[in-house]
């Protein structure tokens, strides 16, 4: 996937063009159905463990079930109609995103990359020796690295 | 071609609007009809009670902790979505979350530091608030 400036407008409106093969388009929709992948529980609002069970992390829970939720329907808008989204041009394929659904969607790559490490046991990933391959884990290391691949795209448009 | 975030900070409750809320005290005087309703100035005792000191104070510190999964430049890209930073400084705090482990990215009243943590964590950032000691 490969970001197209456009040269001739840069405000906030003007959307952010990516272009993509047909096989990038099918791996990036099967990659998001897997959304959400993060439980709710995972977030903490303080590292004071007298936090736990308070209202504020209660809260943060709340807040991050109705913010997976939004994100949630509009995906089921994007896999419903596709074609919003993914533009064809002379055999190429164009992703079109508005300012906030590209906020969107690294987020919810964001979630499915994190929520896959989470799955992996929480791996120290700099480390020479890899996360042993198993065929519990393969899929999630293999998700986890796709999505990472797909948030470094989208981040090329405002490098 | 640069991108500098197109798009506008977010901003905390309050935070946007206060500056018209100065530009009233500083002199606008619209035409006003002597026939107006008296003004009955809202009773502000109730408010002042339900928050204590300690929650109005800015003593809130919102931290974000390192961890090998968010990408380098996903972190500095929220921190400038969030925060309205520029590149370079969102890029000084995310080395020092890669480097030190941690980074202090703002002191604020409680409500503000919530607010900033649930937008972090949405983002699935590894950050929390912490009462200064």
Not at chain 1, 88 to 105: C, D, K, P
Not at chain 2, 28 to 50: F, G, L, N, R, W
Request: glycine share 6%.
């Amino acid at each position: 996937m490969k970001f197209i400036p456009n040269l001739k407008v840069t405000t906030a409106e003007t959307p952010l063009v990516f272009q993509l093969s047909p096989g990038e388009e099918a791996l990036l929709l099967a990659t998001l159905r897997l959304y959400p992948v993060l439980d709710n529980g995972h977030h903490r609002i303080s590292k004071d463990p007298k936090s736990a069970g308070s209202a504020e992390q209660r809260l943060l829970e709340e807040s991050m079930a109705q913010l997976r939720a939004a994100h949630r329907h509009k995906l089921d808008e994007l896999f419903r109609a596709p074609q919003r989204f993914f533009k064809g041009a002379s055999g190429a394929r164009h992703l079109i995103l508005t300012g906030a659904q590209f906020e969107w969607l690294l987020q919810v790559l964001n979630d499915i990359r994190v929520g896959c490490w989470v799955r992996l046991g929480c791996p120290e990933l700099e480390d020479a020796r890899p996360p042993e391959l198993t065929r519990m884990n393969a899929r999630a290391l293999h998700t986890m690295h796709i999505s990472g691949q797909f948030q470094m795209a989208l981040l090329e448009a405002v490098k | 071609m640069t991108l500098e975030v197109p798009y506008p900070p977010i901003l905390p409750p309050g935070g946007a609007f206060s500056g018209l809320a100065r530009f009233g005290q500083s002199g606008y005087s619209p035409a006003m009809s002597k026939s107006a309703a008296p003004i009955t100035v809202p009773d502000t005792e109730k408010e002042q009670q339900t928050r204590s000191k300690d929650q109005l104070d800015r003593g809130y510190l919102v931290i974000c902790w390192n961890d090998p999964v968010n990408l380098m430049d996903y972190v500095t890209h929220v921190f400038q979505v969030v925060f309205g930073w520029p590149k370079a400084r969102a890029q000084r705090h995310m080395l020092q979350v890669h480097q030190s482990g941690r980074s202090l990215l703002v002191r604020e009243t409680f409500e503000k530091a919530e607010y900033y943590v649930h937008q972090l964590q949405g983002y699935g950032l590894n950050a929390t608030m912490e009462r200064e000691e």
